[in-house]
């Protein structure tokens, strides 16, 4: 076969393997000294073969095909081509080809660095979505060279996740930039960030909150769904409206239940927040303090390496699937018999007990989709208070006090806001929001449900 022809993808792939011990050297007729070194193991790598006068000829390694493309061995070729064309020894070249890191290098490099805004280093789940990008959608990234990466390439990665999540395309995007600029921050590398100019997704702004119609079924849902202390941390993330990694690293010694305040040194924007504490929270948390063990650091201790609990997403799943459950059931008016049919079902799973329900909406022709609690988030409970809050009509001044949000415009009025307003604010939106649930009449503190009840 010919040796020397114009490289190709369709080409390479059709080569043939060379017999066991031999290797097949091929030859890009376009850009010199670029080859392609083909094993009988199948193992197909790009190189470049140069020899300068006066000195012996060397090899190069590029990458592997074909997850080096051959445009981009032929622009590292003619980077190379360019660097011995200047003076520069081909073991030199070689050298810092191989001391250029990969891209899998660069991110571990950039979550050890990596800080928040008040210069602390980043969580552990943090690092645990970042490291769920890379092994879900970057995984053709990770061995490869940082100069090996083009825009192309991240572009073709935007696109390919898009059509999953353009949430997460654009979360690849942001990590494939922030690597980039890292490296570049520290000198560890000079080239141009391939993310740059990639354009992302219109950003979609956010208003799902727990709707009047949803109280009922999700005070119900959590009073039956979670655990004791996963129906807890809801609980006080609905009624602090705190994002959830602060009420997961929630302290005692942060907590003053005789002043219904919690202190929040360390917040998303870098202030500090004092936290006006409801009733019902003050409640929830003292009958938390009654279980504390004496070397209980935290609210919601856990065995993990943080000390606390850091992944509620598979409670939460439950307590909205059986607030659909409930809320279904309300839709349909189901008799005594069919309420125990759907208990029934229920023992056995959550899911089959929620396309139960479904299945019976579907026979009695109403629509089930409008009737579940749905595309909810936990992130939304802190909507939630902030939305209740203005149906009681606090200013959005108050709101942005007691959650802590952070504009140019609005800072100093914060600065100069006392708490007890917001303690006010926060107090009447919590008993308009139990109300609704029907857990609650006006001027009585809640005590919360704990007990286990049945779907009839």
Not at 247 to 253: C, D, F
Not at 344 to 364: C, I, N
Not at 366 to 385: C, F, K, S, W, Y
Request: net charge positive.
């Amino acid at each position: 076969m010919e040796t020397r022809f114009s490289f190709s993808k369709e080409k390479l792939l059709a080569l043939p393997l060379p017999q066991p011990g031999q290797r097949a050297i091929y030859h890009d007729t376009r850009t010199p000294g670029l080859q392609l070194r083909v094993a009988a193991s199948g193992v197909k790598s790009f190189s470049v073969f140069r020899r300068i006068k006066g000195g012996a000829p060397e090899r190069i390694t590029l990458g592997r095909f074909p997850s080096m493309t051959v445009e981009q061995a032929r622009n590292a070729a003619a980077a190379l081509n360019a660097e011995i064309a200047s003076g520069a020894s081909p073991s030199a070249v070689k050298r810092a080809a191989r001391a250029e890191p990969t891209f899998a290098d660069a991110f571990e490099d950039f979550l050890s660095h990596k800080r928040k805004r008040d210069g602390s280093p980043i969580s552990n789940k943090t690092k645990r979505d970042y490291r769920d990008l890379l092994r879900l959608y970057m995984d053709g990234f990770a061995g490869r060279k940082l100069s090996a990466i083009e825009r192309v390439d991240v572009r073709s990665l935007r696109e390919r996740v898009n059509k999953k999540s353009p949430a997460q395309a654009d979360k690849v995007v942001a990590l494939v930039s922030a690597v980039y600029n890292h490296m570049k921050s520290h000198d560890r590398f000079s080239g141009a960030n391939p993310a740059e100019g990639v354009q992302k997704n219109a950003p979609v702004q956010r208003d799902r909150f727990i709707q009047a119609r949803e109280m009922p079924h999700f005070f119900r849902a959590l009073a039956e769904g979670p655990t004791e202390t996963m129906r807890d941390f809801f609980l006080l993330a609905l009624l602090t409206g705190l994002r959830r990694s602060n009420v997961e690293s929630m302290r005692w010694a942060d907590v003053n239940l005789d002043e219904a305040v919690w202190r929040v040194e360390k917040t998303k924007n870098g202030n500090p927040q004092n936290v006006a504490l409801s009733p019902e929270a003050v409640e929830v948390l003292e009958a938390r303090r009654r279980q504390k063990l004496p070397g209980d650091v935290y609210v919601f201790p856990s065995d993990s390496a943080s000390g606390h609990i850091e992944e509620p997403k598979n409670a939460w799943s439950r307590v909205l699937m059986l607030a659909s459950v409930f809320s279904l059931c309300e839709a349909m008016q189901l008799n005594d018999d069919d309420l125990a049919a759907v208990e029934d079902v229920r023992v056995k799973g959550l899911e089959r007990a929620l396309d139960f329900v479904r299945g019976m909406a579907r026979a009695k022709g109403i629509d089930p989709a409008p009737h579940e609690v749905r595309n909810l988030r936990i992130h939304d409970l802190r909507r939630t208070l902030g939305s209740w809050q203005a149906r009681a009509g606090a200013s959005l001044t108050i709101i942005g006090k007691s959650l802590n949000h952070k504009t140019h415009q609005a800072t100093a009025i914060y600065a100069r806001l006392d708490l007890d307003p917001v303690r006010q604010s926060v107090n009447t939106a919590t008993s308009a929001m139990l109300e609704a649930a029907g857990l609650k009449q006006g001027g009585e503190v809640l005590k919360l449900p704990i007990k286990k009840a049945r779907v009839a």
